[in-house]
């Protein structure tokens, strides 16, 4: 029962456009405030992955500087997503889903292909070869 409400009410909230082709604004303050503590723990990962691969140096250094990137694209995305939870999207007459969702997601992906190739050149630099 709970799933096909869930996917009742996706449906309509697929939709965003009134019948007068205004966007519903929807702000949505504990989603916000959740985005929000994901960016602020997004720079905190960042400024102690900075650290990190100073300290560290090295090819492991020189390869966490790709987890590094790829953290600082997600911290974008939080930035985006805090105007989207927050309604600003919709505020400034801006249809989320129909024109900012796949960039969104695009980004993201490359994101996490950045932060994945950063991991395995750490892992290949402690593979050992024969």
Do not use: C
């Given at each position: 029962?709970?799933?096909?409400?869930?996917?009742?009410?996706?449906?309509?909230a697929m939709n965003q456009l009134r019948p007068d082709g205004t966007i519903d604004v929807v702000v949505d303050i504990?989603?916000?405030?959740?985005?929000?503590?994901?960016l602020a723990a997004t720079l905190v990962a960042i400024a102690y992955a900075l650290r990190f691969s100073r300290a560290?140096?090295?090819?492991?250094?020189?390869?966490f500087k790709f987890v590094n990137i790829g953290l600082f694209i997600f911290a974008i995305t939080?930035?985006?997503?805090?105007?989207?939870?927050?309604?600003?999207?919709?505020?400034?007459?801006?249809?989320?889903k129909r024109t900012l969702w796949l960039p969104h997601?695009?980004?993201?992906?490359v994101a996490f292909l950045i932060i994945a190739f950063g991991f395995s050149r750490m892992a290949k630099t402690f593979t050992v070869s024969d």
């Amino acid at each position: 029962m709970f799933v096909m409400v869930s996917m009742l009410s996706s449906a309509f909230a697929m939709n965003q456009l009134r019948p007068d082709g205004t966007i519903d604004v929807v702000v949505d303050i504990p989603s916000t405030i959740a985005v929000v503590a994901a960016l602020a723990a997004t720079l905190v990962a960042i400024a102690y992955a900075l650290r990190f691969s100073r300290a560290i140096g090295g090819e492991l250094g020189a390869a966490f500087k790709f987890v590094n990137i790829g953290l600082f694209i997600f911290a974008i995305t939080r930035v985006d997503d805090v105007l989207k939870v927050s309604g600003m999207w919709a505020k400034w007459g801006i249809d989320y889903k129909r024109t900012l969702w796949l960039p969104h997601s695009l980004v993201l992906l490359v994101a996490f292909l950045i932060i994945a190739f950063g991991f395995s050149r750490m892992a290949k630099t402690f593979t050992v070869s024969d």
